[in-house]
């Protein structure tokens, strides 16, 4: 039996490797793309231009608009001549953002009576604008209290001070290089075992395998280890790159990364053989998983936090893979994770690859027999 | 050989029976707009509703500080004695953060030294992290001003800043979500399905067998192109339908002008889609090749989640040829500030010339292979 296994496990694996196209597939769309991905991927927001309404003909407002200009968050700022340039500059994505400081800036600030800043933002991109409108207070902030302690004007004292563990910069190539090694381990164990039994039924050479002396156990075990196979060496090109020549940190422990990768790419190759088990023609599998694909990259917490989604969809997470996997992938790249909070999320992948596997597996034997 | 349009049409009609008797097809420009308009509405969302933080009061003078947080909408607030028990939930992702109340808070406040609050972020989630320290910095503000009323402190901010936000007061990122998305499942449509459909008639040969018939090429091209443009255009003015009636996301610009830039969107997007299939000729490779230059492109580099702004130059470049980045810009515009002509002018221009180029390449490919 091991030697029928085996023997197919190789034929599988020839098979990928001996096909140019297939072999072109595996190596240079996950490089490129993390590559890319994890430098463009970034929710940040720096070297935007803005726009400056200056109606102040006052110090202040000008010392404002240099602390404004020194700023490395802006690329560019755009002087507006007057309140109607406002609206053409935001609509038509000039800046994400027009700076107003009205005439009564200077004589209000110089009387210590309070002054008004107004920002007009793009509320087309809200995030981004947050972000804008975040820095620019903060600019406002630092020049208020300049000012306030030159004029011997009393402050209130206490302070805010703010330290991000783990990032301390905020780097999102460092969140980005473990979510996507996890993503695109993803997309390509899914795809190559939607795609093996897919191919076999459309040549036409499933039928050959199933007059084979194999059994429909062995014909699943022969498909499903060099997936796994497979996905590990990705996953293993993607940590060395990530790390070595992209320099994401990796504190956590290798054994750690790799028993959660062994389950995570397990519970994967289970929904695509079930992909595989339903599709009658190569297409049919690839299209059904992407409908697999999406929704789960989306809903995994990789793009916006589990907890933003309403109450009643976030039980839904629970059934993706993806979503244990990345905490763990940021736990070993980034938090050096203790062994117990890995266990915490292996345990359910397990769970729903041998529910996946099991199923495919049943499901195949039914059609087989 | 000149195109006819009789045959071209029967063309037309023959893909237009295949694409409604495959259920794959179906499944694409049907259902996974469905699913993907669901999950931009629902699923994908900037907004942090309430974010867990941890609280570590060392000073229980702080009292009204630590109300200021728990009665915020923007925080769930779990209490700890000391800050080693919330390191766990903070690895595990459970908490975003903590705020640390030090003991001698209240002792500094007394002097000229200032009293510090640390705010403790996850910097995993860079994006959360900056929420966290913004909202923190909000709360601190509200609980200074209350201060101040109460006469407790004397100072307070001279200058105060006013942030407003034109087209989407209510800052929902559902707003600019479900209209990006559009450009995504047009790109699916245009681009992934069109390859992968083209890629199976060579694959399976039919492409030899449909040649070998009195239609040319061109026109059996063409008619593929048409059905799938059509398909786009239906499956669009669902998705409008379904965007503003079921998010109740408002459409200030036209209908019509919508449609008319979908259409020149559409050019290059089909245009690609022709392109990998005729390169490609395999249904395999052409599902990554559309993913890759089709899919990911559209969802990460055209400024529909990331801001292309913060990407290296390098990156910045390559998004000036990727026509999803206008498309996205000119549906924000079109949904949430009406027709803005003189942005979707220089849209509507770009586009075109990039799948101008994108058709002259794929024709002269066509043309040397059939050689």
């Known amino acids: 039996m091991w030697k029928r296994i085996f023997a197919l496990i190789k034929k599988e694996l020839l098979t990928v490797w001996r096909d140019k196209r297939s072999r072109f597939v595996l190596i240079f769309p996950p490089l490129i793309q993390l590559f890319v991905f994890s430098f463009a991927a970034t929710l940040d927001v720096k070297n935007v231009p803005i726009g400056v309404l200056n109606l102040d003909n006052g110090e202040r407002g000008h010392e404002l608009v240099e602390r404004l200009m020194g700023s490395p968050f802006f690329s560019r700022i755009v002087f507006l001549k007057g309140q109607q340039e406002i609206a053409p500059f935001i609509n038509t994505m000039q800046g994400i953002m027009v700076v107003f400081i009205d005439q009564q800036f200077s004589r209000n600030l110089d009387t210590k009576k309070p002054a008004d800043v107004q920002l007009i933002l793009d509320g087309r991109r809200s995030n981004s604008a947050q972000i804008v409108a975040g820095y620019t207070s903060s600019i406002v902030n630092q020049y208020n209290d300049d000012f306030t302690k030159q004029n011997n004007i009393p402050q209130q004292n206490t302070t805010l001070i703010v330290r991000h563990w783990f990032n301390p910069n905020l780097l999102y190539y460092w969140f980005n290089v473990p979510s996507l090694s996890g993503i695109l381990t993803l997309v390509v164990a899914l795809i190559l075992t939607s795609l093996s039994i897919a191919r076999e039924k459309e040549i036409g050479t499933f039928e050959q395998l199933l007059v084979s002396p194999l059994t429909p156990f062995e014909i699943i075990i022969g498909k499903t280890v060099p997936a796994i196979l497979i996905g590990m060496i990705e996953a293993t090109v993607l940590l060395v790159i990530g790390t070595q020549v992209l320099h994401a940190p990796f504190r956590g422990s290798l054994f750690l990364f790799y028993a959660s990768v062994f389950v995570f790419i397990t519970s994967i190759v289970g929904v695509g053989l079930f992909a595989s088990a339903l599709a009658k023609t190569q297409q049919q599998a690839v299209l059904g998983s992407f409908v697999i694909m999406a929704p789960a990259i989306m809903l995994s917490g990789f793009a916006t936090p589990i907890e933003n989604m309403p109450y009643w969809l976030q039980p839904v997470t629970y059934l993706i893979p993806l979503r244990y996997y990345l905490v763990i992938a940021k736990g070993v790249f980034l938090k050096d994770i203790p062994a117990h909070l890995v266990w915490h999320n292996i345990w359910p992948m397990a769970l729903i690859g041998f529910v996946t596997l099991s199923t495919s597996s049943w499901f195949f034997r039914r059609r087989l027999e | ?371």
């Open chain 2, 1 to 371: 050989m000149s195109l006819s349009i009789r045959r071209t049409k029967a063309l037309i009609v023959k893909e237009w029976y295949q694409i409604i008797c495959d259920p794959s097809s179906i499944l694409i420009s049907i259902v996974l707009p469905i699913i993907l308009l669901f999950l931009y509405g629902f699923g994908v969302s900037l907004d942090l509703n309430k974010v867990n933080i941890g609280m570590v009061m060392e000073d229980k003078n702080a009292q009204d500080f630590v109300q200021s947080f728990t009665g915020s909408s923007y925080f769930n607030v779990t209490f700890a004695n000391d800050r080693r028990e919330l390191v766990d939930p903070l690895l595990a992702g459970k908490i975003r953060g903590f705020v640390v109340v030090p003991s001698y808070f209240s002792a500094y406040r007394n002097y000229v030294q200032k009293a510090p609050i640390q705010v403790i972020t996850d910097g995993g989630e860079p994006n959360t992290a900056n929420f966290v320290y913004n909202y923190a910095a909000q709360t601190w503000g509200k609980w200074l001003v209350q201060e101040k009323m109460a006469g407790k402190i004397s100072g307070l901010p001279l200058i105060n800043v006013q942030p407003r936000y034109w087209f989407n007061e209510a800052l929902k990122s559902r707003n600019f979500l479900v209209p990006g998305s559009l450009a995504i499942i047009m790109t699916l449509i245009g681009t992934t399905l069109t390859a992968l459909v083209i890629a199976r008639e060579w694959e399976r040969g039919t492409m030899e067998a449909l040649m070998a018939t009195p239609v040319c090429i061109k026109e059996i091209l063409l008619a593929k192109l048409i059905a799938y443009y059509l398909m786009a255009i239906v499956s669009m003015i669902c998705c409008v339908i379904g965007t503003t009636l079921f998010y109740g996301i408002p459409l200030r610009g036209s209908l019509l002008v919508l449609i008319g830039i979908t259409s020149v969107f559409l050019l290059p997007a089909l245009g690609t889609g022709l392109l990998i299939s005729t390169t490609t000729k395999n249904q395999l490779a052409a599902s990554q090749a559309a993913q890759v230059v089709g899919f990911l492109p559209a969802y990460m580099l055209s400024g529909f989640i990331f801001e292309i702004g913060s990407m290296p130059k390098i990156i910045q470049m390559i998004t000036y040829i990727i026509p999803a980045r206008y498309f996205v810009r000119s549906l924000l515009s079109i949904f949430l500030v009406g027709n803005v002509w003189s942005l979707l002018i220089q849209d509507t221009l770009i586009m075109l010339a990039v799948g101008l180029v994108i058709f002259g390449i794929t024709s002269r490919i066509i043309v040397k292979r059939l050689d």
